[in-house]
């Protein structure tokens, strides 16, 4: 599917790669937009548990650290094409975009975890969390966009623009989160 993307993905091209008959795959996920947002969610959750187990971590401002790091664009940044693909594709398809909203809400939950764990150990200053991490989460997805498809933003520029804004809305020493 990152290939040709999401909404070019055919039926009949899953079948192939799988070696199966088209109806088969049919038989299994009722429809082309259940099968993408299956196979998309699959991915995601894959992510996300990579992002949950670099996330253990004592000490909330390594955690922090660990989160903000793992979850812009790494390698070949093959998750966040996928990610960016399903974002267009939601514009217009339910399916894609309650998906979507779930596993950003996952994402969002993790974070707000460890920003509320941060205050109560005393190691963050926020008055608003939940506008804080609403913030940096659109700062990461947003910064992350430029890096993948515009290229006018550097992996480099990312996670030091996401440090320092942390640091701004955390209260939380940059040279901690960098």
């Not at 664009?73 to 094409?81: H, I, N, V, Y």
């Not at 809400?105 to 926020?126: P, S, Y």
């Not at 910064?143 to 996401?162: D, E, G, N």
Request: glycine fraction near 8%.
């Amino acid at each position: 599917m990152d290939r040709i993307g999401l909404a070019n993905t055919r039926v009949s091209d899953v079948a192939q790669a799988l070696g199966v008959s088209p109806s088969l795959v049919f038989y299994h996920f009722g429809t082309k937009d259940d099968l993408v947002a299956e196979a998309f969610g699959y991915a995601v959750e894959r992510d996300l548990s990579r992002l949950e187990k670099a996330a253990t971590h004592a000490d909330p401002v390594e955690r922090l650290r660990r989160m903000l790091r793992f979850y812009g664009p790494t390698g070949q940044a093959l998750g966040w094409r996928l990610w960016i693909d399903a974002w267009a594709l939601a514009q217009r398809e339910p399916h894609i975009r309650d998906v979507l909203r779930g596993m950003d809400q996952r994402w969002q939950a993790m974070l707000r975890e460890v920003v509320d764990d941060g205050v109560a150990a005393g190691r963050f200053t926020c008055p608003d969390p939940e506008g804080a991490v609403g913030r940096l989460s659109g700062l990461v997805d947003g910064l992350s966009v430029a890096v993948v498809v515009h290229r006018t933003v550097s992996r480099a520029q990312l996670r030091a623009w996401v440090a320092q804004q942390a640091s701004l809305e955390l209260g939380v020493d940059v040279a901690t989160l960098t």
